[in-house]
Each structure stands twice: as structure tokens, then as C-alpha cells.
């Protein structure tokens, strides 16, 4: 797979495509039609005719487990967090034969960096100064209350004014007219950090490039909280076994994946700002406008043919829901580098994921909860976690129901509970001001005489295992089977299968660290 029309063959193939031949409207009737399919565990959809454009409309390309596995080129997210973790494997070389495979190691990765190549399919119409025109593009109004019409999908290239290094991320963009665009990064992410660099460099402008239309690895890429000095283009050749391929500019001294389907050059004024919103946002709440800088596009280009890609957020599930629980599953090694006690992690979809983050621990030593606490408030974006949650290791954080259990029970509201201030998510709107606010810790983990609880703490109550045995030999004369079918059934009832879901128990820690 190379690219975006391999995606659509493949997801074809695979009856994972609906082809849609009837006239649909770019402005809110995509939305609704993409909001249903989603939260049916629908298949992706194709729009061949916008109205009122002739360039057709890929949504939900990421809607299920099964497509984003597609996407990343695994065959499961537990096998995907797996290869993160071989990648990032820092045994100490003893042997020769160690540091034979650390070197190797090294060098497939040095072939994954990506590569500049000379032509590019993206460039096969390239359209600059007067003949740019973004609104022959079938941009989608997302929602009612909407400010207009947003680039929902893209992949928005920069670099440090300072260090030359390259920046990936996906910000959404408001099309303001036929060449202007609105750039939503926020004041946290790495495209904010280089704007400002370029300010304080009185540059007069900051160059950007948008992709949009790509191979899914490396839109996935765009959307992963990797710390600035990391590639998001390595990895995303490391997720396709294969090195980016990208092409130079014509109008901005970026470069830009050779496949994409659409290519958008240009810069930002850095003294120039314009207000941006509403927008119906992933929190299921409209964001509030705001004054965001503005993108001036110097050219478009694109391939013969191209396809439009987008998406839709709102109330969850949603499409990026999908994506939000493939960046939790490659990210749980990543934090166990520096947080081994960590056992497993679930970010809710419904708090849009940063707002609730539930862990288990191999708990050790008296207030290690709060240590844990602590450092996710103090790691790249976990840092806009509103609400933590710890439980002990035994604990199976993707059962809600079991985490309830254990909260609802184990928790003095007094002692075990820290509240704290920090940074917030941009989105945020509940805080009085924006960008900061209260968070709320919870130690849902048992308590020790160490930890200022002298009693007793209680045993689980579960059935001795040769009684369960017992049972289980008697189950099928009990003639009680239908019965428990039905218990089965509503116990389900509470996880809709649309719901974004790693298998349960799917990362433990060492053996050790489960002691
Ligand atoms: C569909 C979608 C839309 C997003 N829109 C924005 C946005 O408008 N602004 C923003 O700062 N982050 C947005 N994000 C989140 C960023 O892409 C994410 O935080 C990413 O890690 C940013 O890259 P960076 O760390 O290189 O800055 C969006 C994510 C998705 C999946
Ligand atoms: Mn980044």
C-alpha cells in the first residue's frame, strides 16, 4: 500500500467501502450520513457526487478497529504495541551478538527515515498565486452551528525556525475565501511552539504545507502526541515497513509526501490573526471562536483525479475515537520507559481522552498512585488529563464497571483524593478561564497502615477455585445454561460494540512488576 487510492482498493476489497452515487450535500447532510455509519460500526464511505462539486469525498476511512489495524499494517492493536515495544527494547549490549542486533535494529531504522525524491504525483496539477482556489474543494460545513467550512483531515507541515527540524500535525483549518484559511494549532502543540520561535525570530512569516489525501499511516502520524524531536514522517515509515517518500515545494521551502492527493503551500503572518470558530468539536460541544493565525496559500497542488479526505467529530464514538485508542495502545510502552510500574491504561472515548485517564499500577510503596499522578500530569500531552483514576495491578481498566466497583468502594473521599491546577486542554470549556483548571486525582488502589489506614483492608470475595471446578463439571445437568445466557446478555449491554476496545487485560507488565 502506497497511498490513499491503494487504502480505498484495499478497504474495497475487503467490503469495508460504500460507494455512494447519489447527489449528497458537503454542507451538513455528510455529516449525518457519516455520524450514523459510525456509530453502527459502518463501513467507509465514498462520495462520488457532492453536490455542487466534481471532486469525490472519502469519510470515515478510520471508523472501526478492524479499518485503523488496516491503516497501521497490524493485525491488532496489542500486536502493534508489541512492535513499539521491540523498537524501543534498551537492553544494555552484553554479548557481541547483542550489539550485532542493536545495530541492526539501528540501521532499519535509519532506512525508514524518510526520503526526498524528485517527482511527485502530488504535483501533477500545480495551480499557484490567482488560479488557487479552495472553494472548488467539496470542504465540508460539519455542523449546524458551525462558522463555516473546515479542512477537518490535514496534515500541516512546518519547520523550527531555529533547528530546521520538521513538524507534523493535524490542526484543523477554517476556509476564510478562495486563498486564506484559518490554522487552529493550539498554544500546546509543537506548529504553535515553531510560530512562536519564528515571532521571536521577527522572521515576518512562517512557511506551511498541508497534505491531505495521504497513505492512513502517515495521517495517523500527524495525529500522534510524539515529543517535538520526533519525525512524525519516521513514524509513519516505521508503522509501513517502507521510508516517506516526499517532494520539494514548488512556492515554500517545505516538502511534502509525493502521493498525496492534495497539496496546499504557503505561510503565516506572524503579526496577522483572524477570529476562528465556532466549530463542532470532539468534545461534542461547539468550540468557542477565537483569534487563530491566518494561512495564505501561495499554491495548490494536486493529482489527476484527486479525492477529497475528511472527517467529523462530535459526540463520541466518532471516527478519531478510533485513532485515540491506537495512539493509547502505542503509547502505554512509551510511558513504561519511564513509568514501569505502569500496568495498563484506558482513555475513555466519551472524555474525548484527555479528560479521563483510568491506570492500573504494580503499586510498591505508599503514595505510589500519586507519584504516578503526577508524572502522566508532567508527560507530553497526558498533561491535559482532567481526571486521573489508579487502581491496583489485578484491576481490568477497560471494564468500566470494575473500575466503578473499585471506586465507588475503595475510595475515602478525604484521604485518597488529590486536587490540583494545571494546563487544560484548549478545547476545555468547563474551567473559568481557558488553558487552565482544576484536575482531580483518585486513588482507587488498597490502602496499607502506611498510607494512614491501620485497619484491615479487606479480601475480594470470590469462589475457592475447586468449587468453581466443581460447578463447572455439574453446569450442563443444572439445566440453568438459557439463564445464564440472558445474565451474559445484559452484562454486554452496558459495552456497545461500536465502542472503540482493546481486548481486556491485553498489556501486562513484567512479571516482576505484577508481583
Ligand atoms: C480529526 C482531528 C482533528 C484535530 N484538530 C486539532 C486542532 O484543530 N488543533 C490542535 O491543536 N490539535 C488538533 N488535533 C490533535 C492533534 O492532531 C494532536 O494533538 C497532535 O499530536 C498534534 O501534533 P503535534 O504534537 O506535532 O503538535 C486533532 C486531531 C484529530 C484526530
Ligand atoms: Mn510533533
Known amino acids: 500500500m502506497k497511498d490513499l487510492r491503494d487504502f480505498i482498493s484495499l478497504l474495497r476489497e475487503r467490503g469495508q467501502l460504500a460507494v455512494i452515487d447519489l447527489p449528497v450535500d458537503p454542507v451538513l447532510e455528510m455529516t449525518e450520513i457519516a455520524d450514523r455509519v459510525v456509530k453502527s460500526g459502518g463501513p467507509a464511505l465514498l462520495f462520488l457526487r457532492p453536490k455542487g462539486y466534481s471532486i469525490p469525498v472519502l469519510m470515515n476511512q478510520f471508523g472501526t478497529q478492524e479499518r485503523v489495524c488496516l491503516a497501521l499494517r497490524a493485525s491488532s492493536y496489542e500486536e502493534l504495541a508489541r512492535r513499539i ?7 544494555t549490549p552484553g554479548t557481541t551478538w547483542d550489539k550485532l542486533k542493536a545495530l541492526a535494529r539501528l540501521k532499519e531504522l535509519a532506512a525508514l527515515q524518510p526520503r ?12 499557484s498565486g490567482e488560479e488557487v482556489d479552495l472553494e472548488r474543494l467539496p470542504v465540508l460545513q460539519c455542523w449546524p452551528l458551525d462558522a463555516g467550512r473546515y479542512l477537518t483531515l490535514p496534515l500541516v507541515f512546518t519547520r523550527d525556525p531555529v533547528t530546521g527540524r520538521r513538524n507534523v500535525g493535524m490542526y484543523r483549518m477554517q476556509v476564510f475565501d478562495k486563498r486564506t484559511t484559518g490554522m487552529h494549532w493550539h498554544i500546546h502543540k509543537d506548529a504553535a511552539q515553531h510560530y512562536r520561535a519564528a515571532q521571536r525570530a521577527a522572521r515576518g512569516r512562517l512557511e506551511a504545507a498541508v497534505a491531505i489525501g495521504v ?9 500522534a502526541p510524539l515529543p517535538p524531536a520526533i519525525d512524525e514522517m519516521l513514524l509513519a515509515g516505521f508503522l509501513r515497513g517502507e521510508a516517506v517518500n516526499l517532494v520539494q515545494c514548488r512556492t515554500v521551502d517545505l516538502q511534502v509526501p509525493d502521493h498525496a492527493e492534495f497539496v496546499l503551500e ?3 503572518d506572524l503579526e496577522e490573526t483572524r477570529l476562528e470558530g465556532p466549530f463542532g468539536d470532539h468534545t461534542g460541544y461547539y468550540s468557542l471562536a477565537d483569534y487563530y493565525p491566518v494561512f495564505h496559500v501561495t499554491a495548490l497542488t494536486h493529482r489527476r483525479d484527486p479525492i477529497y479526505a475528511t472527517t467529523v467529530v462530535g459526540r463520541a464514538p466518532m471516527e478519531d475515537a478510533f485513532l485515540g485508542k491506537a495512539t493509547e495502545r502505542i503509547f502505554l510502552p512509551l510511558l513504561r520507559l519511564t513509568l514501569p510500574e505502569l500496568v495498563d491504561l484506558d482513555l475513555p472515548v466519551e472524555g474525548g481522552f484527555h479528560n479521563c485517564a483510568l491506570v492500573s499500577i504494580a503499586k510498591r510503596y505508599p503514595l505510589h498512585a500519586r507519584k504516578v499522578m503526577h508524572a502522566l500530569w508532567g508527560t507530553g500531552q497526558m498533561q491535559f488529563a482532567k481526571c486521573i483514576v489508579v487502581v491496583d495491578a489485578d484491576v481490568n481498566v477497560h471494564d468500566y464497571a470494575e473500575v466503578a466497583w473499585r471506586v465507588f468502594n475503595n475510595v475515602d473521599w478525604q484521604r485518597d483524593v488529590v486536587v490540583v491546577e494545571g494546563p487544560l ?6 474551567s473559568p478561564q481557558p488553558l487552565w483548571g482544576g484536575k482531580i486525582g483518585i486513588d482507587a488502589t488498597r490502602k496499607g497502615p502506611d498510607e494512614g489506614h491501620p485497619r484491615e ?3 475480594d470475595v470470590v469462589m475457592a477455585p475447586e468449587v468453581k471446578a466443581r460447578v463447572d463439571e455439574l453446569w450442563s445437568q443444572l439445566g440453568l445454561e438459557s439463564w445464564s445466557q440472558s445474565a451474559r446478555g445484559l452484562a454486554s449491554s452496558s459495552q456497545p460494540d461500536s465502542r472503540p476496545q482493546p481486548s481486556p487485560g491485553s498489556m501486562p507488565a513484567s512479571e516482576e512488576d505484577l508481583v
Open 266 to 268: 504557503g505561510y503565516i
Open 457 to 459: 483492608w479487606p479480601p
Open 425 to 430: 486542554d484548549v478545547l476545555d470549556h468547563s
Open 116 to 127: 526526498v525524491v524528485k517527482r511527485g504525483a502530488c504535483q501533477e496539477v500545480v495551480l
Open 85 to 91: 515495544e521491540k523498537l524501543i527494547a534498551f537492553e
Open 215 to 223: 497513505d492512513p499511516a502517515l495521517t495517523y502520524a500527524a495525529t
